[in-house]
């Protein structure tokens, strides 16, 4: 039996949990937005379910990164296979979808409004907005 060197960071660990459970709030994040169109029912949130999408979808790919540049030397593949290109792709695919989400939300919603700029200020400070 070979010996497996002890040369793994604990980033190695970490980075691909995070990654796994930001992948899976993003995903949810989709279907929940998702479940809104479905009905026709824009449900107000304190965050909507797109920013939930893309905050985790974000960090997913952020930490895959990471899971992948600090593999230890004894795992057997010593590249990025498929499967790193398969999960980049999907979380790139759900980013993507966010953005999509977003336009079908503002259709039910007319005050939700994805490219919202902020009122101007007023020309004095002591004037009323």
Known sequence: ????KSDASPAWGYSGTIAWYAAI?????LLF???MI?????VRLPVSPTTITLVGCGT????????VASKP??????????????FGGGVVAGIVAAFL????????EPEFDPGESPEAPPDEPWQDP
Do not use: D, H, P
Request: charged share 10%; hydrophobic share 55%; net charge positive.
């Open 60 to 67: 997913a790919l952020i930490a895959g990164c990471v899971f």
């Open 1 to 4: 039996m070979i010996q497996a």
């Open 25 to 29: 709030v993003g995903g949810v994040g």
């Open 101 to 108: 989400l977003s336009r079908q939300l503002a259709l039910i």
């Open 73 to 86: 030397e004894a795992i057997g593949v010593t590249g990025v296979g498929w499967g790193f290109w398969a």
């Open 33 to 35: 937005g998702a479940g």
């Open 38 to 42: 479905a009905v026709r029912r824009y």
